[in-house]
C-alpha cells in the first residue's frame, strides 16, 4: 500500500493531493457499496475521480489507525434529511480523525484533521465557465461588487477562488449545499483567505479557520477547519500501475496557521 504515511499530530491538518488514476488494483481496496457506485458512472474520468478519491482516503485512514483499508468503516451523514441512502458529510467510525475529500477536473484532494472538523475543496478553473451567471447566485453583494473589480481575464480564476473557500467552509459544518453560499462572504481572490459574514449562522458555532491551498496549475483549492487555529500540512500522492501509494514529497511541504 505505502511505506511512509506521515502521522497527523494532535492538533494538526493534512492535506493530500493527487492526480486522478485508473488503477485496477485500487477497485480492492473499496467496499462494495463504493464499487457499485465507481461502475455507474459513465464517464471514465469520473470513475477515476471517484476512485482515487476513495482509495486515497482509506488508505491514508488505514495509515492512520493502524489497520487495513478495508477495515477502515466510512460514514457520511447529513444534517438536513433523513434520506437512507449513505450521503453527507464524510467520516470515519469509532474514530477522533476528521476527513473530507474533494475532486475536479484531474485532481483529487483529501483532508485529515485532529484539530476539528475539516472541510476541504478543490475546484478546476475552466477557460471558459458560466462565472458571470452563477455569481449572481452564489456569491454575496460584497463579494460580487469585488469580482467586478477584477480585470476581465481573472474573472473566472476570481470566481473560482470564492466557491472553493465557501464550499470548503460549508463542508466542514457539515451543511454542504443545504445553506445558500450566497448567505457566507469570504475575503476577496486576492486577499488572505478569510470567512467575514454569515448571515442567519445559527448559534453557538466554533470559528472557522480558512485556508488557500496550492492544488496545482489550472486548479483553487481550500480548506477550512473549525475550532482553535493549527498548522496544515500539505502532501502529493502518486500512484504506482500497481496501486501502490508513493509520497514524493516527504515530510512538511508547507505549514501555516489556519
Not at 168 to 177: C, E, M
Request: glycine share 8%; charged share 25%.
Amino acid at each position: 500500500m505505502s511505506a511512509d504515511v506521515p502521522r497527523v499530530g494532535a492538533g494538526e491538518c493534512h492535506v493530500w493531493f493527487a492526480d486522478a488514476v485508473h488503477v485496477p488494483a485500487l477497485l480492492a481496496l473499496l467496499d462494495d457499496r463504493e464499487r457499485a457506485r465507481h461502475d455507474a458512472f459513465v464517464r471514465a474520468g469520473d470513475r477515476a475521480l471517484y476512485l482515487t478519491a476513495h482509495a486515497l482516503a482509506r488508505q491514508l485512514v488505514a495509515a492512520q489507525l493502524g489497520v487495513g483499508p478495508l477495515a477502515v468503516r466510512l460514514t457520511q451523514e447529513c444534517r438536513h434529511c433523513d434520506r437512507p441512502e449513505p450521503h453527507g458529510k464524510p467520516g470515519v467510525a469509532d474514530a477522533d480523525l476528521e476527513l473530507s475529500w474533494s475532486h475536479s477536473g484531474g485532481r483529487v484532494a483529501v483532508a485529515l484533521s485532529l484539530a476539528g472538523p475539516v472541510g476541504v475543496d478543490i475546484e478546476e478553473v475552466a477557460a471558459e465557465g458560466r462565472a458571470a451567471e452563477l455569481a449572481a447566485t452564489v456569491l454575496s453583494a460584497v463579494e460580487r461588487a469585488e469580482l467586478e473589480r477584477l480585470p476581465a481575464a481573472e474573472r473566472a480564476a476570481g470566481f473560482i477562488r470564492y466557491w472553493a473557500r465557501k464550499e470548503a467552509v460549508l463542508k466542514a459544518t457539515g451543511d454542504g449545499l443545504m445553506v445558500e453560499p450566497a448567505l457566507l462572504t469570504v475575503s476577496a481572490p486576492d486577499a488572505p483567505a478569510a470567512l467575514l459574514e454569515w448571515r442567519e449562522r445559527a448559534e453557538p458555532h466554533l470559528p472557522v479557520r480558512l485556508r488557500d491551498l496550492d492544488a496545482g496549475d489550472g486548479h483553487r483549492a481550500a480548506v477550512a477547519v473549525l475550532g482553535a487555529e493549527c498548522p496544515v500540512v500539505l502532501h502529493e500522492a502518486v500512484y504506482g500501475g500497481d496501486g501502490t501509494l508513493r509520497h514524493p514529497r516527504r515530510g512538511v511541504v508547507t505549514s501555516a496557521r489556519c
